[in-house]
């Protein structure tokens, strides 16, 4: 129901835990974290879909905590389960939601990071948890468009002054 409402209005690509058991490595995660095709000016029209979800936002002043992270943490009354939108709007993250992969899920279309686009998040991420997911995830799917992820990995070096691009190597 969560993913139909907010889909409706706005293109959504489920990523994190979520989208790497699309990938075969099952795993516990603990949360859902949703990708909107939405810069942060659209933050009250989300804020007002969480409220007729009856979520409840887990940062006392949500407005200036999208606007510093790009994140809205929320929490589904009713099952307890963490939900972190993430508002986008580069061309990167454009262009990721229209490669996500559609899986259906009670008849509901639900679109997963493409398996390079996760790659480049969890890469991008960079906490030991991410990068064990791409371990994994490389080890199981060994069929992916290296070219695209490491373009994209160098831009995101050059606009960050990180190594993403090393760290790819490295696990591969």
């Known amino acids: 129901m969560l993913l139909l409402c907010v889909k409706i209005i706005f293109p959504t690509l489920s990523l994190g835990g ?6 075969g490595i099952p795993r516990l995660t603990q949360d859902i974290d949703i990708t909107l095709g939405i810069g942060v000016e659209k933050f009250f029209k989300m804020r007002k879909i969480i409220k007729s979800l009856n979520f409840s ?19 589904d009354r009713d099952t307890g389960i963490r939900i972190d939108f993430i508002f986008s709007f580069s061309l990167y993250e454009k262009q990721a939601i229209s490669r996500g992969v559609a899986v259906n899920i009670n008849n509901v279309e639900v679109k997963f990071a493409s398996l390079e686009d996760l790659i480049i998040h969890k ?16 080890t199981i799917n060994p069929d992916f468009d290296r070219l695209y992820i490491e373009n994209w990995l160098e831009k995101f070096d050059e606009s960050l002054s990180e190594n ?7 696990l591969i």
Do not use: H
């Open 18 to 23: 979520q989208a790497v058991l699309k990938y």
């Open 57 to 75: 936002i887990l940062v006392p002043d949500p407005e200036k905590f999208v606007k510093e992270t790009m994140v809205l943490p929320v929490k």
């Open 123 to 138: 890469i991008i991420a960079g906490r030991p948890r991410d990068i064990e997911d791409v371990k994994s995830i490389l």
């Open 164 to 170: 993403y691009i090393k760290t790819f190597q490295d």
